[in-house]
């Protein structure tokens, strides 16, 4: 079975900073997609950014791009000038053929004024 | 586009009674997805229906939980005989699935789920 991990309960990061999460992830297939998603207090989960395994480029979303180690079987999200709005739980998640996704445990960040 | 919707927000039950959650996809949608989120983890994935058709269940689904999707459209999670440990988010997500489209799913507010 696939699983996540998210070393990482809890960040914090000055506002303006920059900052990584960490995640990394287990599986035996070659085709798969990675996801980081973003959950604030008490709303709902929006998708931050999403990269196929299959694609070396490292994908990037204005303030947030990941860094893809497929040999190393790991997917960490940096968030540059980091804004108040950004405080929220982010999850990494893995998709294969499978559908389902599968998340990780999530990092806490907090970004100080 | 109105985004997933899910009803109710919030359930208190006691233990022992039955509960119904619905959840409402982003129109046009084929895809749609339940998964329970407890606090301070990650979301775990318990079915998922392609239109009409349930084609996945984790285990995590016991024979107490039970979901439908009828028509292909909107789709409803029941919990039979709820036991405290029941207690959790249940969170919605739909996504579309076709040839040259990135699928991508996309979660609803969530109904949380207290059993006294």
């Known amino acids: 079975a696939q699983t996540v991990t998210q070393s990482q309960p809890e960040m914090s990061v000055q506002e303006a900073e920059t900052v990584t999460l960490s995640c990394t992830y287990d599986?035996?297939?070659?085709?798969?997609?990675l996801f980081w998603y973003k959950q604030p207090p008490s709303r709902q989960m929006i998708l931050v950014i999403r990269?196929?395994?299959?694609?070396?480029q490292n994908a990037t979303e204005n303030r947030f791009s990941v860094n893809f180690q497929k040999a190393a079987k790991s997917f960490s999200l940096k968030i540059s000038d980091s804004q108040l709005g950004d405080a929220a739980m982010y999850f990494c998640?893995?998709?294969?053929?499978?559908?389902?996704?599968?998340f990780g445990g999530g990092t806490r960040l907090m970004v100080k004024p | 586009d109105t985004g997933v919707s899910q009803d109710p927000r919030h359930k208190i039950t006691k233990r022992g009674q039955n509960v119904t959650f619905r959840c409402d996809p982003i129109?046009?949608?084929?895809?749609l997805y339940w998964y329970r989120q407890t606090l301070g983890q990650g979301p775990e994935f318990l079915t998922y229906f392609q239109n009409e058709a349930q084609l996945e269940k984790s285990r995590l689904l016991s024979d107490r939980f039970s979901a439908e999707r009828p028509k292909g459209s909107f789709s409803t999670l029941e919990i039979q005989r709820t036991e405290q440990g029941d207690s959790a988010m249940y969170l919605c997500?739909?996504?579309?699935?076709?040839?040259?489209?990135?699928?991508?799913?996309?979660f609803g507010p969530g109904t949380r789920l207290l059993v006294l």
């Open positions: 129109s046009e949608h084929n895809r």
């Open positions: 997500a739909s996504s579309l699935q076709a040839a040259g489209t990135q699928e991508t799913q996309y």
């Open positions: 998640a893995y998709r294969d053929a499978g559908n389902m996704l599968t």
């Open positions: 599986t035996s297939e070659s085709d798969y997609y």
């Open positions: 990269q196929e395994a299959y694609k070396q």
